[in-house]
Nanobody, 124 residues
Framework: QVQLVESGGGLVQAGGSLRLSCAAS????????MGWFRQAPGKEREFVAA??????STYYADSVKGRFTISRANAKNTLQMNSLKPEDTAVYYC???????????????????WGQGTQVTVSS
């Protein structure tokens, strides 16, 4: 059974940092593009960041560009979040493509595997 498990969420003050991690089990995702999405209360799930299967290409939502950094080491990827703002409060989800060597993209429907999510709360 394929599973993605996020960790690292929590409560932080505005301006602080958190580091989210996503670990996979049941399948190695070393050659799969991966991404992070988030969903705030009452809002739709939205793209945050994505990384290519090689790690050579990264993509960010405009709202987090310059503050968040996605990286990967084989099948595990991390999202370093700096200068956090209250509007970053959401449940953050790790996602992976369904086939190896696919391009990293920003569309929610383009990812086949999802974690359960981890809560990030930024207080003002």
């Amino acid at each position: 059974q394929v599973q993605l498990v996020e960790s690292g969420g929590g409560l932080v003050q505005a301006g602080g940092s958190l580091r989210l991690s996503c670990a996979a089990s049941g399948r190695t995702f070393s050659y799969y593009a991966m991404g992070w999405f988030r969903q705030a209360p009452g809002k739709e799930r939205e793209f945050v960041a994505a990384i290519s299967w090689s790690g050579g290409s990264t993509y960010y939502a405009d709202s987090v560009k310059g503050r968040f950094t996605i990286s990967r080491a084989n099948a595990k990827n991390t999202l370093q979040m700096n200068s956090l703002k209250p509007e970053d409060t959401a449940v953050y989800y790790c996602a992976a493509k369904g086939r190896p060597y696919e391009r990293a993209t920003t569309g929610i429907d383009e990812y086949d595997y999802w974690g359960q999510g981890t809560q990030v709360t930024v207080s003002s």
